[in-house]
């Protein structure tokens, strides 16, 4: 058992709106000295209605709060394709270093060259990883770099005085590549994966014309499988004029491996809170560099470096450079630079490639260990870093695939990624990390396989009553979607005096 | 490698399970030739001393705004954050935890995302928010592209008091709207009413604005509705808000703004925290991720994400934006830094930040400073006699930063003008050695 199963400490937290007092505060500020006010007529004359705690009250309330939450802290988050490892604290550290953490973006550039250095460093290390010849660190999540690698190409063709309008997109990439094609003003085309969930070649050839502009591949891709035929698909993506968008977020499982650029990519984001480990927080904040092939370099968002030097504005460009515009105010995630430049720097270029090789070492570890008893989605491919299952072992079990994963949480795991990819019916896709032992893997296997033998037995309270051991039982989201309430509202006192 | 739990005989068995004899067996499926067997150029990996001893080294060649007076803002804002604050955002269940699609075990974001929604409703007027964006600029970005679905016109007025790099952004991020940006003219007030015309989605309208002037928000709206447009109101320092009249109350439609000033450093830019409210009838439209409240089986109030059917992992093509995220740990950053300072904390800090600028302006117009400003907040403008940029690298070499040259961002811009900003932080030492910087 991995759950303690204290219920004395399932608390229920109250909303600090029912418990804190407008007249309440937490912090010691001195009186303003005297002044003649410069606010005009614009002084605030409505109150703001937020209410304070003290400082005990506050920590309390967010330690609470705080327990409520399962974490990669606390055990295996076998969460497919969100990449949850293990976050070093180093990382932490650093960015908390007052000459990262208390810098403003736009001092004199000649106050912070330790920045600048970092910000240097970090883009050599992506460069050498990737094998590409630009990088634009500003996007700030994996659908923003997406959003600045396409509308790098997107520049590019415009500068040839093409107007393409499709977006060839297979049916496994993440939804944020769509979306990215569809808000830049692109037609959006599937492409079919083959039986054995990869983009065959042909496909691809079959979907080309001289309107397409792109294609959006995310490989290794969202079944967990590296795409065989990725060379050959980029040869012919060229040879018709278009250029090869790469979704890097599963960089993680070929750092060392097999570099992007040497594979044809010309555009592929990296998301650095996956593969080097900056802290997701609850969901964000994440940093999605772009790295650019030869052919698209000079078609960057500012700022970028050229050479020691920033190009903080589209005017500023000289010769070949054509910038598109800005993405963001300022630099971008600092601090999530300097986090995974402490990654970077801790694991070197050995431990980065050990890590890609047991994140897929892991991965597969676990397709054999429960390819018996759950259905493997694509047996017939080694797994990359994470591995696909579906529901056909649980037909006629009674048992969905929610509720198999809300019972995962009664054995002390965060649920695997669920229905997700869309391309095999009620997925379930595992991504164990570099960050497990073998006693750790094993206990999930364990487990894992308990459950499959529970569905099959028929011990189907299990499933459908889980979870029972979480801070809520299991929510009614539909409920929360028709009438959605967004913010407190207190209630009536009319209605509070009749209950 | 520390971070590395597996062991060869561990991985020796692990590959025996599997049934292949080695590593690379696994990635058969890269295309021959292109499987790297040699290390990457790069330097071999370090001990945790090494690596902080490195990185010690290149953060040391940084001045931080701790080091001396400073009065830099121009959208990112240098204030105390209590300890409690960053204590609490490195719990590991926090700072360790993903996006809650687990809702039954992902309670504690729920919650707090629920009462930062409410906090960001009541601080700016609005009837609702979302769970937070990535930053100001692309929240203004959105609330364009938002303002154009909802009133299916595509163009969008930009007033020239709207910070530079939001100007650009929004020029930049929000495709298919054509952009009329008025020219930026910090001295004399611009004639946005006469920009408002039929095919207008919507009016961005700064305030307090880039140069620090507060505007007027309330005729800009009334202009706007008539017209059958949106106002779309954007602010840079939510601490303002504790002493100005929130945009809701003015009439604005979407209000955006940057969260960073409560609770979060200012880390060289990122990552920050946008913000992001409306009114309830165009929560639909509404971009980002929201966390929302119900019931679970037992009839418990809990929390869940709510209305993701607006999302691109549900919707793909058809979504409303292509966001997967939301600045979680920033947006409980701010969530706990509201809370200790409660409506009492807030308007005492703003009060604290509107009289040291008002010290500052004081004293440099004591020494022969021109301010442009009538009203502002913790900001303001200033003219120099000769270039800007060159008066604020000498206060630099002197270990003042001394504000912001308007043409570092805007190259149409005059060239005397410096951007600089008081904050809770200011000293009167502070003070004094900046109205030395720049007296005549």
């Known amino acids: 058992m991995t759950f303690t199963g204290n219920q004395a400490l399932r608390i229920h937290e109250p909303l600090i709106f029912e418990v804190g007092h407008t007249e309440q505060t937490g912090v010691d500020l001195p009186d303003p000295a005297p002044h003649a006010s410069r606010l005009g007529r614009h002084a605030r004359k409505t109150p703001v209605g937020l209410p304070g705690l003290t400082e005990p009250e506050t920590m309390r309330h967010y330690v609470r709060l705080s327990r409520q939450n399962y974490a990669i802290d606390l055990g295996l988050y076998p969460l497919g394709s969100c990449t949850m490892k293990h976050n070093p604290r180093l990382n932490e550290k650093a960015a908390r270093m007052p000459g990262f953490g208390d810098i403003h973006p736009l001092q004199p550039l000649s106050t912070v060259p330790g920045a600048l250095e970092l910000m240097k460093t970090l883009s050599h290390w992506l460069l050498e990883m990737t094998d590409m010849k630009a990088v634009a660190l500003s996007p700030k999540a994996g659908a923003q770099g997406e959003l600045a690698g396409m509308m790098a190409i997107r520049a590019a063709l415009k500068d040839r005085g093409e107007d393409r309008k499709t977006v060839l997109v297979p049916e496994s990439a993440h939804g944020t590549n769509p979306a990215t094609a569809a808000a830049l003003g692109y037609r959006v085309e599937g492409v079919k994966a083959r039986e054995d969930g990869t983009v065959s070649v042909e496909a691809v050839r079959e979907k080309l014309s001289d309107d397409v502009a792109a294609i959006m591949l995310t490989n290794p891709n969202t079944c967990g499988l590296f795409e065989p035929e990725v060379a050959a698909i980029a040869e012919v993506i060229h040879e018709a004029g278009a250029y090869f968008y790469g979704d890097g977020a599963n960089f993680n499982a070929i750092v060392g491996k097999a570099k992007p650029g040497a594979l044809g990519v010309d555009a592929m984001h990296i998301n650095l809170h996956k593969t080097f480990s900056t802290p997701h927080g609850g969901g964000g904040p994440g940093s999605g560099p772009v790295v650019l092939s030869e052919r698209l370099a000079p078609y960057a968002p500012v700022p970028y470096f050229r050479g020691d030097t920033l190009v903080e504005r589209t005017g500023d460009a000289e010769g070949e450079e054509m910038p598109f515009g800005r993405l963001t105010a300022f630099h971008g995630q600092m601090g999530m630079y300097v986090r995974a430049m402490a990654y970077m720097m801790s694991h070197g270029a050995d431990g980065l490639k050990q890590a890609s090789e047991d994140a897929v070492l892991a991965a597969n570890y676990i397709k054999a260990s429960l390819a018996d008893l759950m259905s493997v989605s694509f047996p017939d491919r080694p797994a990359m870093h994470e591995v696909l299952f579906d529901e056909r072992f649980l037909k006629g079990t009674g048992v969905t695939t929610l509720d198999f994963a809300k019972a995962m949480i009664d054995e002390g795991f965060h649920p695997m990624t669920m229905y997700f990819p869309l391309v095999v019916p009620g997925a379930m896709l595992i991504e164990p990390t570099e960050s497990e032992s073998l006693a750790s893997l094993d206990l999930f296997i364990g487990s894992l396989r308990d459950l499959a033998m529970a569905a099959k037995r028929g011990d189907t309270e299990r499933f459908t009553e889980a979870p029972r051991y979480s801070p809520r039982r299991r929510l009614d989201e539909t409920r929360g979607a028709r009438k959605p309430v967004l913010v407190y509202e207190a209630p009536e006192p009319a209605r509070e005096a009749a209950e | ?440």
């Open chain 2, 1 to 440: 490698m520390r971070y590395h739990p597996l062991t060869a005989d561990d991985r020796a068995l692990m590959l025996k399970k599997i049934g292949v004899g080695a590593i690379d067996d696994l990635f058969v499926d890269v295309p021959a030739g292109k499987l790297f067997t040699e290390p990457m150029n790069l330097p071999a990996g370090q001990s945790e001393i090494a690596v902080e001893r490195a990185l010690s080294a290149m953060a040391r060649k940084n001045h931080a705004a701790g080091d001396g007076p400073f009065f830099l803002g121009a959208g990112a804002y240098r204030h105390h954050v209590p300890a409690t604050v960053d204590h609490l955002i490195q719990r590991s269940e926090f700072l360790t935890s993903y996006t809650p699609y687990q809702a039954e075990i992902s309670q504690g974001t729920l919650q707090v995302l629920f009462e930062f929604q409410t906090q960001v409703a009541r601080l700016t007027g609005m009837e609702v928010a979302n769970a937070s964006m990535y930053d100001g600029s692309t929240a203004a970005a959105e609330a364009v592209m938002m303002a154009a679905r909802l009133t299916k016109r595509g163009k969008a007025v930009v007033s020239g008091g709207v910070h530079p790099q939001y100007r650009d952004v929004i020029a930049t991020v929000a495709t298919g709207v054509e952009i009329d940006a008025l020219p930026s003219d910090p001295t004399a007030g611009e004639d946005i009413l006469a920009r408002i015309d039929k095919d207008v989605a919507c009016v961005v309208v700064q305030s307090p604005s880039f140069y620090g002037h507060l505007i007027d928000l309330a005729p800009i709206a009334e202009a706007a509705h008539e017209a059958g447009a949106l106002l779309v109101s954007v602010f840079t320092e939510p601490v303002a808000l504790g002493a100005i009249e929130p945009p809701g109350a003015q009439g604005a439609d979407i209000v955006v703004g940057e969260g960073q000033g409560i609770g979060n450093p200012l880390t060289f830019g990122g990552p920050y925290v946008g913000l992001f409210a409306t009114q309830k009838k165009h929560v639909r439209q509404m971009p980002g991720r929201l966390s929302g409240e119900t019931v679970d089986a037992d009839g418990k109030r809990g929390y869940a994400l709510t209305l993701s059917t607006r999302e691109q992992h549900i919707r793909r093509d058809k979504a409303t934006s292509n966001i997967c995220t939301n600045s979680g740990l920033c947006a409980l950053a701010f969530t706990i830094h509201m809370t200790l300072l409660g409506e009492k904390g807030l308007t005492r800090l703003a009060a604290l930040n509107h009289e040291r600028a008002c010290a500052t302006a004081d004293a440099l117009t004591a020494a022969g400073v021109e301010v442009l400003n009538e009203t502002f907040f913790n900001e303001f403008t200033v003219r120099v006699p000769g270039d800007a940029a060159a008066v604020v690298e000498r206060a630099a070499g002197e270990g003042i930063i001394a504000g912001l040259p308007v043409s570092r961002l805007d190259a149409a811009a005059p060239g005397d003008l410096i951007v600089v900003a008081a904050t809770e932080l200011t000293t009167d030492e502070d003070i004094a050695a900046l109205a030395g910087a720049l007296g005549a």
